[in-house]
């Protein structure tokens, strides 16, 4: 799949409110074509300086865009990650086996809710990874369709310039998301009963039909794709993502209408 189907399709497939967050790709290739199909005699003319002013213009206004964006979001993460470790040790202090006020029905009810939140909150991070991926691929590809038609020499000095920017640095976020799933670990042990967990995978499957999980499951897909070693990976190509099949295959479960039986 070329470059921007893939971009056009990511965007219908995020969060409403971050379609317009993405590089804006087709922008960026009308500029290329109108600088590539200047005539050799007009490459010192005004014009074509003009056109070459405006593309990096527009590259640096999208790395703001993109920085601005993806702190913004980072800040929200960082807020609500810690907002649930509070919410669930007050479910456990005050209706858990040895809490203030210990209640089966009242604990169980309050930890379905933590789940369904648990559930969305980590596949938002998982989509802002996924964002930071396909933004930064985006402006490797642009780059490189700007030096090949152009013959500049932009995308080495650029890309250098991209990877220390805050929307590529993206550790922080792989870290909340690990936490995020041991605390899934945490609250909801292996050692439950069977019954309760079964209850519970279909209750995440109910959250995936409802919520962004869906979405999520095509964002995993994705980063497997785009950042996968092939014939044509290069050192301005994003590592491999080796992501472990038992993980695609059980967010692809949980995304099926199938009930667990």
Same mark, same amino acid.
């Given at each position: 799949?070329?470059?921007?189907?893939? &971009?056009?399709?990511?965007?219908?497939?995020? /969060?409403?409110?971050?379609? *317009?967050?993405? /590089?804006?790709?087709?922008? =960026?290739?009308? &500029?290329?074509?109108?600088?590539?199909?200047? #005539?050799?005699?007009?490459?010192? #003319? =005004?014009?074509?300086?003009? @056109?070459?002013?405006?593309?990096?213009?527009?590259?640096?206004?999208?790395?703001?865009?993109f920085n601005a964006f993806f702190m913004e979001q980072e800040e929200d993460f960082i807020i609500r990650h810690k907002e649930l470790q509070q919410r669930i040790g007050k479910v456990i202090d005050t209706w858990g086996s040895n809490g203030s006020q210990p209640s089966e029905t009242d604990y169980k009810?309050?930890? @379905?809710?933590?789940? %369904?939140?648990?559930? *969305?909150?980590?596949?938002?991070?998982? =989509?802002?990874?996924?964002? #930071?991926?396909?933004?930064?691929?985006?402006?490797?590809?642009? /780059?490189? %369709?700007?030096?090949?038609?152009?013959?500049?020499?932009l995308r080495s000095p650029y890309i250098q310039k991209v990877l220390h920017q805050p929307f590529f640095t993206t550790d922080l976020i792989s870290k909340l998301v690990k936490e995020c799933e041991s605390t899934i670990d945490s609250v909801f042990p292996p050692c439950e009963e069977k019954t309760s967990n079964q209850l519970g995978e279909r209750e995440a499957i109910r959250v995936a039909g409802e919520g962004i999980f869906r979405n999520t499951v095509a964002a995993l897909l994705t980063m497997q794709e785009i950042r996968k070693g092939s014939s044509t990976y290069g050192r301005f190509s994003l590592p491999p993502l080796n992501l472990p099949e038992s993980d695609v295959t059980h967010s692809l479960q949980l995304n099926s209408p199938i009930a667990i039986p």
């Open positions: 799949m070329k470059f921007g189907k893939r &971009l056009k399709q990511q965007i219908q497939e995020t /969060l409403p409110g971050w379609r *317009d967050k993405f /590089l804006s790709y087709k922008d =960026l290739k009308k &500029l290329v074509k109108l600088i590539s199909s200047a #005539s050799p005699m007009m490459s010192g #003319s =005004l014009e074509y300086g003009k @056109a070459e002013a405006e593309f990096v213009y527009l590259l640096n206004n999208e790395i703001d865009k009810e309050e930890m @379905a809710m933590i789940r %369904k939140y648990i559930v *969305d909150f980590h596949g938002e991070m998982v =989509l802002l990874m996924n964002y #930071s991926n396909i933004n930064y691929t985006g402006l490797a590809k642009i /780059l490189k %369709k700007y030096d090949k038609r152009t013959g500049g020499l």
